[in-house]
C-alpha cells in the first residue's frame, strides 16, 4: 500500500483544507483537523477506485522530508 503526503492547514476561519502533493485535485475541506483527515481518507479512496475503474494506476509516491523553520 502506498503512502502519501498530505499537507492539512488551517483557515483563516479556523476550519481545515488538506490536499496531496502528488495527486492533483484530491482535497478536503472541514471544521477540524480530524474532520479534514478523515475526509481526505474518504477522497484519495474515492480517486482509487475511480483509477481501477478505468483500469489505470495510481501515482507513485514522491519522497520527501518534512521540516519545521522557526520563524
Known amino acids: ?10 483557515a483563516e476561519d479556523g476550519g481545515w483544507g488538506a490536499f496531496l502533493p502528488d495527486i492533483d485535485g484530491v482535497v478536503a475541506l472541514g471544521r477540524t483537523r480530524e474532520e479534514v483527515e478523515d475526509g481526505m481518507h474518504v477522497a484519495l479512496g474515492a480517486y482509487l477506485d475511480w483509477l481501477k475503474e478505468r483500469g489505470e494506476t495510481a501515482p507513485a509516491p514522491s519522497s520527501c522530508e518534512v521540516g519545521f523553520i522557526a520563524a
Not at 1 to 10: G, Q
Open 1 to 10: 500500500m502506498n503512502s502519501y503526503l498530505v499537507v492539512c492547514e488551517r
